[in-house]
């Protein structure tokens, strides 16, 4: 029954292409749309299933959460830019091995600023930061599908300026074999006060994964559609055009692949042309959209590395460290 329920809520919800379409929400809450997992940042940045345990996977879908996730903890860095740090502490707990529950921390601390005013008179340093505090929900319906949901909380402070969030992340999992595949629906909340004390709700991202790993090829490839229900954000992102002829399709789909050179190593590689687009400038793109990582598997632990080249000046660095309890 949950599960019919949640495909027909994603049906309706695909009718309308444009629900809630509110970019600004974005720049205002910037870890709406941020991953810190490094394996996830080399797949492309945005991913909603895996084969493997990506606490990345569950931050987006949270049906992805199963009992190979117990007692597993992950915390994650990432150096965005000069001064401008990322940090996450995830984990997870499954109970009578249908029903499991993760806690997600993350924190982005862009640094100090000089507060001046309209003469330039220096009058001291302020900072800025923002936090997401989310709790995940998974529950195995059947030996293939599962359903999840998650609360989360987003709370940005930019000097004396506060905003606060409250939103849903709802998705449905099927997994058989070397297959797996996701739908998700993001961002099902409201703003409920902003840096400027405006309100409304936050902007609905409609996605979905692809995975498969090959049976007689250690390669496992990814296909992830994202932003699906906003099919101009990247045109008005890069030049502030609204454009809904789909001509754009490409900015909305990521692609992946995981090769693995052992049971305790592979190598990750994706690629982002929405952040190839909204990102790279744009005479000297360079290697910005692609991004490339690796990840080391023992018993007990997991360590990841993700590369992502912003222009051909500046890339960001992910680190990840995993524990079995």
Known sequence: MLKKLLLSCFGVLLLFPNVNAQDASYQMYPLLDASINPSTKALGGVLYSDVETNFGVVQFAPSELDSSYHKKIETAYSSLFEGTKHVSLSGAWAWRRTDVFSVNFQTINYGTFDRRDEENTYLGEYSAASYNLSIQYSKKL?????????????????????????????????????????????????????????????????????????????????LTGHHLNDWSRANKEFSGEENEDYSNWFNHINFGTRLRLSSHFCLIGGYNNMVRETVGVSTSKGASGMSFGFQIDTSKIQIAYALNPIHQSTSQHSFGFQLKL
């Open 142 to 222: 059947s030996n293939k599908w599962s359903a999840g949901v998650s609360l989360n909380e987003l709370f940005s402070k930019m000097d004396t300026y506060n905003a606060f969030a409250l939103y849903f992340n709802v998705s449905v999992s099927y997994k058989v074999n070397n297959f797996s595949a996701a739908l998700v629906a993001r961002n099902i909340g409201v703003s409920i006060n902003g840096l400027n004390d405006s309100r409304g709700t936050l902007p609905l991202d409609l996605g979905f994964s692809l995975v498969k790993s090959l049976e007689h090829a250690p390669f496992t490839f990814y």
